[in-house]
């Protein structure tokens, strides 16, 4: 019996449980590497290699923009998924200001309650002080940005321009991938970057640069079924990933202990530093490609450990990402509030990691509570 | 995706974070420390007019890029530390760190920055730029003179700051180069030096690991190396100003 032709994720019925999985994974690994020096944050994806948990939360919103909005727009037309996405984008801009108010109102209150005026200066909300209005015009343009929150304004960016692209990507996808592997080159090259404030400052996520993580998702979300039967002849390319991943992790070990690092010659090293995070290095942006490659070769999409119970919690934050996002930024400060006053205390940063996961997780529930009862209620 | 792969996992979090339990302490020998400048004005503010105004003048060290908070930033630390350290004195510290700017670029704005502030000090923090980009040494040192000029012709003090002494900066062909030239500059027009590549280099060599002082770009300064630096920077400020409050042994935990 001959199976059937593969259809493209963006066409199956269904939930992929891998991009709540690791949606939820990367929630929670921002959380935890938001609290300063936090002993939890040892888990997280950064101490093993070049990328962090920005690089899986970009790739999976550009999977599931595809996803979401292509079937859309192949039942619906172009017109009503280009609306829906813009409705998105408004969401998250509003979810964003609400972030950015509450964000500011909580350090406001721990600064005001704690006389600790210089609180204010820390979290960069200084030119809030200095010239008010000036800086919430900023805020509103998504230039003036307080610490930590940065990854909203870029998914709101790429989000933006991402209908005029929708046809494009399921009907030439791999030009629209080579374009956005384009944009990326000449961004690093001519140091292409939006303008933030205060003045002199660009944004932390180069949203030229980082695009092309998003439109990397996107267009897997495409031609996933293309790869599948290279899987067995690409052992090249999976030798080459874990080749690079095992690299990776040396040159990670590398910094823990210097014995290693007098091994690294200077021509290599020369190589690798400095690993640009605001325009993405190359390094970055391979090392995330090599995981996701061997991730997909190891975790299929119904692989049963998705579905063990413990792990309910990190697929149901995946589910209700923007809200968990925002929540978990917003604990990220209080976590640090807290653990100021215990600057020392492994206790205090094991508790305020633990507690802030259940609280994210708790809302997640609640959240999907609420939606599945307004599905019953319609 | 199975048991061997969680084990290995496991395996890796307890080899990584086995390195991460030996965390050192901050410090530096008393010799790294002299600024090798009595910073005559800054005495006479903090003497008569119980006050010190500092303009920390940079790139992204000085902005705090690589922390994950401004408080952490070394000009920040400073205040936090001077202030301590003398009750009574009005300490101001403005940061004027740009990242990514070279010695150039920094000229271009001293007096823009520095005037308006009234700064007795102006900390320098300069080089590694310069040196990424290969700015020939001449030039280099050129620009570290007429921009020491001009902080001078507003009447300031200055403490230049060396280049960072981690992966990114030590892969370089001729970072000794550009830290040797800053030194020169400095005696030549009597500026303070703050040695920041020795001072690292001694954490490097006594075995502290770059993970504990540098983020995971191997070029800037994470919390703990922002905080240190910060915090040495301050006492070797107070020596210069402050004799007669010795700061005491320079190996203090942090």
Request: net charge positive.
């Amino acid at each position: 019996m001959k199976a059937a032709a593969p259809v493209p994720p963006y066409l199956a019925p269904g939930r992929d449980l891998r991009l709540d999985f690791f949606r939820g994974l990367a929630l929670w690994f921002i959380y935890l590497d938001h609290v300063p020096n936090n002993i939890v944050s040892w888990v997280t994806v950064r101490n093993y290699g070049f990328s962090d948990a920005t690089e899986i939360f970009v790739f999976i919103s550009g999977y599931t923009a595809v996803i979401a909005y292509s079937r859309m727009m192949l039942k619906e037309g172009w017109l009503r998924a280009a609306t829906r996405i813009y409705r998105r984008v408004w969401q998250l801009y509003v979810a964003h200001i609400l972030l950015f108010v509450a964000f500011t109102a909580q350090i406001a209150y721990a600064s005001i309650a704690r006389d600790t005026p210089q609180l204010l200066e820390e979290m960069q909300l200084l030119g809030l002080g200095q010239n008010p209005y000036r800086a919430i015009f900023e805020a509103a343009l998504l230039k003036f940005r307080p610490v930590n929150l940065d990854v909203l304004p870029l998914y709101i960016v790429l989000l933006a321009a991402f209908p005029p692209l929708l046809p494009a990507i399921l009907r030439w996808p791999w030009a629209v991938l080579l374009g956005s592997i384009g944009l990326y080159a000449l961004a690093y090259r001519l140091d292409w970057n939006l303008p933030a404030y205060p003045e002199d400052k660009v944004w932390f996520f180069n949203p030229a640069a980082w695009q092309v993580v998003f439109y990397c998702g996107a267009v897997l979300a495409v031609v996933a079924p293309a790869l599948a039967p290279l899987d067995r002849r690409w052992r090249t390319v999976t030798a080459l990933a874990v080749l690079y991943l095992l690299f990776a992790s040396f040159i990670a070990l590398s910094w823990h202990y210097n014995s290693l690092e007098r091994l690294i010659p200077d021509w290599l090293a020369r190589q690798i530093y400095p690993i640009d995070k605001t325009n993405l290095d190359i390094l970055r942006f391979l090392h995330f490609l090599a995981m996701a490659w061997i991730v997909r070769l190891l975790v299929r999409p119904n692989a049963r450990f998705l579905k063990w119970p413990i792990f309910h919690p990190i697929r149901r934050c995946g589910e209700h990402s923007l809200q968990i996002f925002c929540l978990g930024t917003f604990l990220a400060v209080t976590a640090q509030i807290i653990v100021s006053r215990y600057e020392d205390s492994i206790v205090s940063q094991i508790l305020v990691s633990l507690a802030g996961l259940v609280i994210m997780s708790l809302v997640a529930y609640a959240a999907s509570w609420l939606k599945a009862q307004a599905r019953v209620a319609a | 995706m199975s048991r061997w792969t969680f084990a290995a996992a496991v395996g890796a979090v307890a080899l990584w974070s086995t390195g991460a339990g030996a965390e050192m302490q901050c410090r530096a020998s008393r010799e790294l420390l002299e600024l090798g400048n009595p910073l005559a004005i800054a005495r006479a503010a903090v003497a008569e007019e119980r006050e010190l105004r500092i303009v920390a003048m940079g790139s992204s060290s000085t902005q705090g890029y690589g922390a994950t908070n401004p408080k952490y930033s070394y000009p920040a630390q400073l205040k936090m530390k001077l202030e301590a350290a003398m009750p009574g004195i009005q300490i101001h510290v403005w940061n004027k760190g740009i990242g990514g700017q070279d010695a150039e670029e920094m000229v271009a704005r001293m007096s823009k920055d520095v005037k308006p502030e009234h700064a007795h000090i102006v900390v320098w923090q300069v080089g590694t730029n310069s040196a990424i980009r290969r700015d020939p040494l001449t030039k280099f040192a050129d620009r570290l003179r007429a921009g020491i000029d001009i902080g001078h012709s507003l009447g300031a003090n200055f403490v230049m700051m060396n280049l960072q002494y981690v992966p990114a900066v030590v892969a370089l062909p001729d970072e000794e180069e550009y830290a040797r030239v800053m030194a020169e500059v400095a005696k030549e027009k009597n500026a303070g030096l703050f040695r920041r590549f020795e001072i690292m280099r001694s954490w490097y060599n006594d075995g502290m690991p770059y993970a504990q002082f540098v983020t995971n770009d191997g070029l800037h300064l994470n919390d703990f190396g922002q905080k240190c630096i910060g915090k040495l920077l301050s006492m070797s400020i107070l020596d210069a100003v402050n004799p007669r409050r010795l700061t005491g042994a320079a190996n203090t935990s942090k």
